[in-house]
């Protein structure tokens, strides 16, 4: 397996968490994978800092080699979304005099690159061997990169690496600084630790404000506008835009997929009678050539059918057509194999090998197992001794006499995975039968103990190829989205969806956008960005319609519905305000019903049509009653006296009676709230850094010019 494999096989988590929020990016600075290069191409603009083209395309093609199953504009996206939060990492880094030493980039190699998760780089407790590293360096500046594609793409990603961990660096130094005395003291954590491991039991009577409302008071539309003119400063609405969208999807004609088919059938005429199996894959099917041999049930389940009757090397599958995906497969390789193989074998190690125990060169490693090898072959009955006298595998030797175990056929790993010369399943193998092969180990003599199940392996030639509209079917879709913008260019919005939806197209309703925002929900398009820039442009007005195209040629119309500039959103925070306005009348009448009565919480819920909740657990920590948080009334629960009757509690949802029955504890007296502190420093810094991300994001001058590429 080449050094790139390795990289992809375990990197793969620097990529899933690929940043959507600005706190993931600063949480975790191992993803933060950034290039920088000089170009005069300038894509985009952070704070007045230039990201160019150049660099922008070298982090599309970086993230693409990883995540290769993912849509492209997904990528071009989160390679934007990657550049702009370098930017705003490293200007305050900057500010704040942050720098990078040699000793930290050698130090960040060993602790934070993707090379340090490589086991070829580690030693024999698992830790990062930097002189190994360095020698694997050392050797790939001195390989060609015209030698192998994977030779380039490797000194790519290490170029990549080698530019992105300076940064890394003051990206994690300038997050420290900012974590810098953001702990939770020891008072902190033994009071939230008993707030979690104490309890009240409860009755208690539940009525909502919106009954009380309905039924005793009513709350006025001038009620609300004075309380918001008295308390402007309280409820400032956001600068945002509504938007809905007419989404006009790029979808094969007849005409394509009957053209389609013809082309199928002429590829497959061709590939039938071809002795080129691996040149007509590469230059046709949207898959690489697969050279190896998989057992029956290890293929995909048609072609497990497939070979049932149709065994012959030559013969032909398809073409098949899966929605829009056709498959056409051809039987290049049959051979027999041994399923499960016992074996045993001596390891002779180098410097350059993984877990070395002898340092010598790689060349004299070779030259021993090469005699060692020589000699077996003539005097196989002197395996058992060699073993223990001379394999590098000293555990394995001493406690096993060099046995590997029985070893399957789908279950190889990359050891003895197709590598050197001995072809270890190969049913030509006879018991005794000794190879030479090797691996990242070192130099294995293999010695064959015991074979079983015999099966046969097959090797396929698939060619994938999706079908996708021709021009003129895409020219027709532009034509009619063009048609329908001008029939409902004076449209309201009710009317622009409503005609959309009779002709049976797919639309979206009425969405909030705020201007920092990257994605648009539902839609989800590498154009979403440049929408919603288009939506706050200065000239913009309510009522605009415009088309924008994706890369797969869908085209997006989009209808600006409603500009909300900074203000005070009334139907929004009606529902939050009208508690703090009916307080003094509901307090006030509802004590007033009660008073002088010796009323019990039976009287309550007949007096309320309501009925009573009982022996309800409650804590401080959750401060949940039912499904809801109710901190106030959790509060009362745990200060009135037992049995007493509360006055009316004026809670989130609702007016509240509750009555405590019992309290208890489940905690111990522990001395050491390690734990209990770590936790609560992990979510004290979670919500400070989202809060600073966020504001980080909102207060950039972030300029987007990728529209014009």
């Not at 170009?39 to 970086?62: A, H, P, T, W």
Request: charged share 30%.
């Amino acid at each position: 397996m080449s050094f790139l494999e390795k990289i992809r096989k375990n990197t793969w988590f620097v990529f899933f968490f690929i940043i959507i929020s600005l706190i993931f990016f600063i949480l975790d600075p191992n993803i933060i994978l950034k290039f920088f290069t000089e170009n005069s191409d300038i894509i985009g603009k952070v704070n007045g800092d230039n990201i160019f083209l150049n660099e922008y395309l070298d982090c599309f093609q970086f993230l693409k080699r990883f995540r290769e199953d993912e849509p492209d504009h997904y990528l071009k996206n989160d390679a934007w979304k990657l550049l702009v939060h370098e930017k705003i990492l490293n200007q305050q880094a900057n500010k704040l005099g942050i720098q990078s030493t040699k000793k930290d980039f050698w130090k960040a190699i060993e602790k934070q690159s993707i090379y340090s998760k490589i086991i070829d780089f580690q030693n024999e407790n698992g830790k990062m061997n930097i002189e190994k590293f360095k020698l694997y360096l050392k050797n790939l500046e001195k390989i060609p990169s015209n030698l192998a594609p994977q030779i380039e793409a490797e000194k790519n990603i290490w170029f990549y690496e080698k530019k992105s961990i300076p940064k890394r660096i003051l990206a994690k130094k300038y997050v420290e600084m900012l974590m810098y005395g953001l702990n939770t003291s020891f008072v902190e954590a033994q009071l939230n630790y008993r707030n979690k491991n104490k309890f009240s039991i409860i009755d208690y009577i539940f009525i909502p404000y919106s009954e009380i409302e309905k039924r005793y008071y009513r709350i006025k539309s001038d009620d609300i506008y004075d309380f918001i003119h008295k308390n402007k400063f309280l409820y400032k609405k956001e600068n945002l835009r509504n938007l809905s969208f007419v989404v006009f999807r790029s979808r094969p004609s007849l005409d394509d997929e009957n053209n389609m088919d013809i082309e199928m059938k002429k590829l497959f005429n061709k590939f039938r009678f071809s002795n080129h199996n691996s040149i007509i894959v590469s230059n046709q099917s949207e898959k690489p050539f697969d050279r190896n041999f998989y057992l029956k049930k290890n293929l995909p389940i048609i072609l497990q059918h497939f070979v049932v009757k149709n065994n012959k090397v030559g013969s032909m599958f398809g073409p098949v057509k899966d929605n829009n995906i056709y498959i056409m497969a051809k039987l290049t390789g049959k051979n027999m194999v041994y399923n499960s193989v016992l074996s045993s074998h001596i390891l002779i190690s180098h410097k350059e090998s993984v877990r070395f125990s002898k340092n010598r060169t790689k060349k004299k490693a070779k030259e021993i197992a090469k005699t060692m090898y020589d000699f077996l072959v003539k005097n196989p009955d002197q395996f058992n001794s060699l073993v223990t006298k001379k394999s590098d595998d000293i555990i394995n030797a001493k406690n096993n006499k060099g046995n590997l175990g029985w070893m399957k056929y789908e279950e190889q790993n990359e050891t003895f995975k197709g590598e050197g010369s001995f072809h270890f399943f190969s049913s030509k193998n006879k018991k005794g039968t000794i190879g030479l092969t090797e691996t990242k180990f070192g130099y294995h003599i293999i010695r064959i103990d015991d074979i079983k199940d015999i099966k046969p392996v097959y090797q396929f030639a698939i060619i994938i190829k999706t079908l996708t509209p021709s021009r003129k079917t895409e020219e027709i879709l532009y034509q009619k989205t063009v048609q329908f913008m001008k029939e409902n260019k004076n449209s309201n919005l009710n009317t622009f969806i409503n005609n959309a939806r009779k002709k049976r197209y797919e639309t979206i309703f009425l969405k909030e956008i705020k201007n920092y925002q990257w994605n648009i929900h539902d839609l989800n398009t590498e154009v979403d960005k440049e929408i919603i820039n288009w939506s706050y442009e200065k000239n913009r007005k309510e009522g605009d319609i415009k088309i924008f195209s994706t890369s797969n040629k869908d085209h997006i119309m989009v209808f600006l519905s409603k500009i909300q500039k900074k203000g005070y959103p009334i139907e929004k925070i009606k529902n939050h305000i009208i508690p703090f306005l009916m307080n003094k009348k509901i307090d006030h009448f509802l004590y007033k019903m009660i008073k002088n009565k010796h009323i019990n919480l039976k009287k309550i819920a007949f007096c309320f049509s309501k009925k009573i909740n009982k022996s309800c657990k409650i804590n401080f920590d959750q401060s949940m009653i039912g499904d809801y948080k109710e901190p106030k009334v959790v509060g009362y629960a745990f200060s009135l006296k037992l049995y007493e009757i509360s006055k009316p509690i004026l809670g989130e949802r609702g007016v509240f009676f509750i009555r405590p029955l019992k309290r208890f504890n489940t905690y111990k007296n522990i001395s050491y709230f390690s734990y209990e502190i770590e936790s609560l420093n992990t979510k004290l810094r979670k919500n400070i850094l989202e809060k600073i991300g966020n504001v980080l994001i909102e207060k950039s001058n972030i300029i987007d010019y990728r529209k014009n590429i």
